[in-house]
């Protein structure tokens, strides 16, 4: 039986779209990486939108606005870094001269001798240089696992690099990349698509402040605890 005219268009079509959902699928594999940055920059490009289109709103223009919110982002990340480093290094000396192997080896050794006072039927020979070996394995475990993420420090410039150079060409061209993509929509579908952007955008900017205003509300109050006690 012969196939119309219409089912072969049919099998055309879908031959056509699983060619290009699997050309798609397969370039989002092969550039996994450059992907995953794209998303942070527009996740970050989200964050600062507001505050951007604020100060265009006031009379400043576009590029001065990403320019001031870049150079005011970085002067908070710098000084919350040269606050927060040099505790975290003092807290780590701290925390090797109080941690060392006679005081770990002692310590177990008097719960090796509390466990044989009120546990004598527990057979604990050897207890406090077993638990010494553990307790070193995970140490060096922990270590190695450090060695690691410092290992990764190229890529970590690089994103370090390439995510404000992504973020600031999207905030500064944000709405020529939208008009770039509604011009591509066809014209039956032009008010639903932009509609629809619009909403993605909105909703998906105010998610993701609300989650950053949450994640540093409980790291706010985190720390006021723990100062306190």
């Known amino acids: 039986m012969a196939l119309s005219e219409k089912s072969i268009r049919n099998i055309y079509k879908a031959l056509t779209i699983l060619s290009?959902?699997?050309i798609v699928l397969y370039a989002s594999i092969l550039f996994l990486d450059i992907i995953i940055l794209l998303v942070i920059s527009v996740f970050i490009a989200m964050i600062f939108n507001p505050l951007v289109t604020m100060l265009e709103n006031q009379g400043v223009k576009r590029l001065v606005s990403v320019v001031l919110v870049f150079l005011l982002s970085g002067f908070v990340i710098f000084f919350g870094l040269s606050v927060l480093i040099p505790k975290i290094a003092g807290q780590?000396?701290?925390?090797?001269e109080t941690v060392n192997q006679e005081k770990i080896r002692a310590l177990l050794t008097q719960v090796e001798a509390e466990i044989q006072e009120y546990f004598p039927f527990i057979q604990s020979e050897d207890f406090a240089s077993k638990l010494e070996t553990f307790f070193s394995e995970l140490f060096f475990d922990s270590v190695n696992?450090?060695?690691?993420?410092v290992s990764g420090i190229?890529?970590?410039?690089?994103?370090?690099?390439i995510v404000p150079f992504m973020t600031f060409f999207?905030?500064?061209?944000?709405t020529r990349l939208v008009n770039g993509i509604i011009n591509v929509i066809p014209n039956k579908y032009f008010e639903f698509s932009y509609y629809i952007l619009n909403q993605i955008g909105y909703q998906l900017g105010r998610f993701?402040?609300?989650w950053i205003f949450d994640a540093f509300m409980v790291g706010f109050l985190a720390a006021i605890g723990l100062t306190i006690l």
């Open 208 to 210: 993701i402040r609300g």
């Open 170 to 174: 999207m905030l500064k061209d944000s």
């Open 92 to 96: 780590m000396n701290v925390l090797a």
């Open 145 to 149: 696992n450090i060695s690691n993420i």
């Open 154 to 161: 190229v890529s970590v410039v690089a994103i370090a690099v």
């Open 20 to 22: 290009i959902g699997g």
